[in-house]
């Protein structure tokens, strides 16, 4: 079993920066690829980025490319997303998630989740 923390949400202005981190327990982290998603009010769930467990493949949502970055620190078992240059339309909850084998950008390969952390981006 696999246990998913999300942490550093908040409310930014447009223009500024979050940094989310993912601290993940109960199995050895270097075996798992990770992703974080996204849902806003209204909308269903939607993939943001993916890092596989080695770190050296990444994914990234079309709307999220050049402006975050995801990364991986595995001594310290924890899973950053970097948001920069936040628009009004990157409101949601992110969540965090694990899986065995290859990152993907698919919600439904993927086996653990957390529960979540807001991001709000005023004009």
């Known amino acids: 079993q696999v246990q998913l923390v999300e942490s550093g949400g908040g409310l930014v202005q447009a223009g500024g920066s979050l940094r989310l981190s993912c601290a993940a327990s109960g199995r050895t982290f270097s075996s798992l690829a990770m992703g974080w998603f996204r849902q806003a009010p209204g909308k269903e769930r939607e993939f943001v980025a993916a890092?596989?467990?080695?770190?050296?493949?990444?994914y990234y949502a079309d709307s999220v490319k050049g402006r975050f970055t995801i990364s991986r620190d595995s001594a310290k078992i924890t899973v950053y997303l970097q948001m920069d240059s936040l628009k009004p339309g990157d409101t949601a909850i992110y969540v965090c998630a694990a899986r065995s084998l290859r990152a993907t950008m698919i919600a439904q390969d993927y086996n653990y989740w957390g529960q979540g952390t807001q991001v709000t981006v005023s004009s």
């Open positions: 890092i596989s467990w080695s770190g050296d493949t990444k």
